[in-house]
């Protein structure tokens, strides 16, 4: 099943207690297509500066992404977010922040992509997202991620995106905040009802959890000695869960747990090294070893 995957494409500056890098590829959109391409061939949207590095393209490509939805903005320079974690890299500290073309950047999906059967709306404007569910209105299955600055300051086109897609995916303390309740059991029911079918709550070092109406599921993290870079470790979680959704012939239950398994694995690969190098170093044979470590841990 093919997969369109929205949102942005960055040039990040990460300090951590491992070590400082500059300009590593990051980005919303390109962490979820170096995690998703292990299961399909990834449709990429976004847009970058004149000064974005086209060995980075270049590696897309190598690695199984289709770049054809990437637009080069004449004169522009791309997005760049430079940050600091600390300590247990729970959080990081925003140093420096220039949306430069991503500012105002309104996404048109290539008309051969509007028959994708899955899409991901990486975390946005909830407008510019909406916008973009509208071009593709028979897909099979559309998720949205969002964050704590859209839930406080859009929450009403927030809650229209919601009511238009069929998976919504949130950190613990985001689906706390949309939902106005300190329990999260509580604060998924409550999301389920806005809309849509399933809620897929991210828990960091704790795992995730999934819920529908009338089920849940949860997944301890990964364990792991060393953690190098957080960047990109939630968009490479949701790449894991909507490739796997879209390698399978049919979305239920057990698919969407199995789909979990994986985003869970991809995503303890990429904080294991600064920015997408790990991801570009990654083979499926990995992915499933990893995945077969995990189903052995959880296992009674």
């Given at each position: ?78 997005f760049r ?127 995730a959890a ?15 000695e060393r ?74």
């Amino acid at each position: 099943m093919s997969l369109l995957v929205v949102g942005s494409i960055a040039l990040d500056t990460l300090e951590t207690p491992a070590g400082r890098r500059e300009d590593c590829l990051g980005g919303s959109a390109v962490h979820f297509s170096l995690a998703a391409r292990h299961f399909t061939r990834p449709r990429l949207v976004g847009v970058v500066g004149e000064d974005f590095p086209p060995r980075h393209v270049e590696m897309l490509r190598r690695c199984g992404v289709d770049v054809t939805g990437v637009a080069v903005q004449p004169g522009g320079e791309t997005f760049r977010w430079s940050g600091r974690y600390r300590g247990d890299l729970q959080e990081a500290e925003t140093l420096e922040l220039k949306l430069n073309v991503f500012e105002g950047y309104q996404p048109v999906v290539p008309e051969a992509w509007r028959d994708s059967d899955f899409v991901f709306l990486a975390n946005g404007s909830p407008v510019t997202q909406l916008a973009v569910r509208r071009q593709v209105p028979d897909a099979r299955f559309v998720m949205a991620d969002s964050m704590n600055h859209w839930i406080a300051t859009a929450r009403e086109d927030l809650l229209k995106l919601i009511e238009s897609v069929h998976a919504l995916i949130l950190n613990h303390t985001e689906a706390m905040m949309l939902a106005g309740t300190p329990n999260l059991v509580a604060a998924a029911q409550a999301i389920l009802g806005m809309g849509p079918q399933i809620l897929i709550v991210k828990k960091g070092e704790h795992g995730a959890a999934l819920f529908a109406r009338g089920r849940t599921f949860a997944l301890p993290a990964f364990p792991l000695e060393r953690v190098v870079d957080p960047t990109g470790a939630g968009d490479s979680f949701a790449g894991g869960v909507m490739g796997a959704l879209a390698q399978a012939d049919r979305v239920d239950w057990q698919q969407l747990k199995r789909a979990l398994l994986y985003g869970t694995v991809v995503a303890s690969y990429c904080v294991e090294d600064f920015g997408t190098a790990r991801h570009e170093a990654l083979g499926r044979g990995d992915v499933e070893g990893r995945a077969q470590q995990l189903r052995e841990m959880i296992a009674l």
